[in-house]
């Protein structure tokens, strides 16, 4: 199985703002971090390379991010042992602080590539139901992870 993964969050100004161009500047240099790390299959984007121009929620300040990685070592090594860190560190600077859990993960066949129709339903999901094998953070594959060893022991 693959690992599916939707980020989302609510600019806290409009994209042209240039209290978010730092941000807005790096999306290529990041995606293409992305796309060269071990283990990364695919993400959403539009005709300019990146995501921002999609509406996948109702307030068109909230951006999204979905991609597919083989594994979740794959993504934690993206998010955590790249450039990446750096930004994602720098999120308040251009992002709200959001009520609701604003990140989600659920197994995929290979070859499926989700919808942010789909996306956006495993979120609400894992709001409405909290975390499962359906919709879920990265606390319930540690605690997969500790089940299985257990398991194994």
């Not at 240039?18 to 959403?44: C, H, K, Q």
Request: with cysteine; glycine share 4%.
């Amino acid at each position: 199985m693959h690992l599916a993964q939707l980020n989302v969050g609510k600019l806290r100004y409009n994209q042209d703002d240039p209290r978010v161009a730092d941000f807005m500047s790096n999306l290529d240099r990041i995606n293409a971090v992305a796309e060269r790390t071990p283990g990364f299959v695919w993400r959403l984007q539009d005709e300019s390379g990146n995501a921002t121009s999609i509406v996948a929620f109702d307030d068109p300040k909230l951006l999204v991010n979905l991609s597919v990685w083989e594994n979740p070592q794959a993504l934690e090594q993206f998010v955590w042992q790249t450039v990446h860190k750096q930004f994602y560190v720098r999120r308040g600077e251009w992002f709200e602080v959001m009520d609701k859990m604003h990140f989600v993960m659920w197994w995929i066949e290979p070859g499926h590539l989700p919808t942010t129709v789909e996306a956006r339903e495993r979120l609400e999901h894992l709001w409405a139901h909290g975390t499962s094998d359906y919709a879920f953070g990265w606390e319930h594959l540690q605690n997969v992870e500790l089940w299985k060893q257990a398991r194994c022991a």
